[in-house]
């Protein structure tokens, strides 16, 4: 009986059950990659370490010997259930997908339309997770991610889903009221400035204004873009966001353009996956849905784009 201390190598006992299977070391070489001398080799140790011959070695096949056959057996039963786990664990994998998305597109995007994808795919359980930083897609913690940027990122494929844009959005009742938002950054305004200080100072700056804005002019300030828009459907103030991601909010007149001039910082939202993951078939799926998605709202919201003032930070 074989000791613990003398079990031998899985590369042997593979070269092994795949020569015993295919009755030849030429044919599990192929199988394996490798040559059939590193099969013979590693089944050469095999016996010498057991004390057993496995095989008779013929001209140009090999035969099991007694041994050899009740090893193999086993063997063959066992990298058969083996290869049976790996099947159920990648089919198992296709079900579930794990994204990670900004707060803000995620909360006010995406979300009400997963309801479709749901539809769509019934097989796939989505996992959302929102993060406002830039999640580690090499983890395996997470199969996918929409983020903002260049859509450079090493390792990862990047499709361009929306472009970044801003302006300013209020309340309908605020709209005359705030009539001079766009006069310069130190007038007056009877409410408050609401989101992304930067954003404000890239919008003054496209109308051609460099100064400072005053601090004063800012209302409380929120850890996320969709809070901004909560507090600015609530009249609480003027908040610079996107027309595209809360295109429900101006559809349902909610909100409105306090002013007609569209920002954009030269940044957008990208749908990301490692490159090695490229034919996941729930990547893909997810990712021909999101397009679909993505494409339906970037042509609703032509007008927008079309007028939008690129403005580097």
């Known amino acids: 009986m074989v000791s613990d201390r003398r079990f031998p ?19 599990a070489a192929q199988e394996l990659d490798t040559t059939a001398a590193s099969v013979s080799y590693h ?18 096949h090999v035969i099991l010997t007694r041994s050899g056959d009740i090893v193999a057996r086993e063997a063959i039963n066992a990298f058969a259930a083996l290869r049976a786990s790996f099947v159920q664990a990648a089919e198992a994998d296709e079900t579930h997908l794990s994204l990670t998305a900004l707060p803000s597109l995620a909360t006010s995007w995406l979300t009400p339309k997963l309801g479709r994808f749901r539809a769509r795919h019934p097989d796939i359980a989505l996992e959302l997770d929102l993060s406002a930083v830039a999640e580690d897609l090499s983890g395996g913690r997470y199969d996918a991610a929409i983020r903002n940027g260049h859509g450079n990122w090493p390792g990862l494929r990047a499709i361009e ?20 938002l766009g006069r310069d950054p130190i007038h007056p305004l009877p409410v ?23 601090p004063g002019r800012f209302g409380t300030q ?18 610079i966001g996107s ?8 559809d349902a007149g909610r909100l409105v353009p306090a002013h007609d001039l569209v920002v954009s910082d030269g940044r957008a939202f990208w749908f990301t996956y490692p490159a090695a993951r490229h034919d996941s078939r729930k990547i893909a799926r997810f990712r021909e849905w999101l397009c679909a998605e993505a494409m ?8 927008f784009i079309r007028r939008a003032v690129v403005v580097a930070p």
Request: proline content about 6%; glycine content about 6%.
């Open 243 to 250: 027309p595209i991601l809360f295109r429900n909010e101006i």
């Open 43 to 60: 089944v050469r140790r095999l016996e010498q370490q057991i004390g057993v011959a496995l095989f008779l070695r013929q001209a140009n």
């Open 192 to 214: 408050p400035l609401l989101g992304r200080p930067d954003w404000w100072s890239l919008w003054y700056r496209a109308l051609g204004f460099d100064g400072a804005i005053p």
């Open 9 to 27: 190598s899985l590369i042997a006992i593979r070269a092994f059950e795949a020569a015993a299977r295919l009755g030849s070391f030429s044919k």
């Open 296 to 303: 339906r709202d970037t042509d609703a919201a032509r007008a």
């Open 161 to 180: 889903l929306l472009p970044s844009l801003f302006m300013p959005l209020c309340a309908p009742s605020l709209r005359e009221s705030v009539a001079e």
């Open 222 to 239: 929120l850890s996320a873009e969709y809070l901004d828009i909560a507090a600015a459907v609530a009249g609480q103030g003027v908040a």
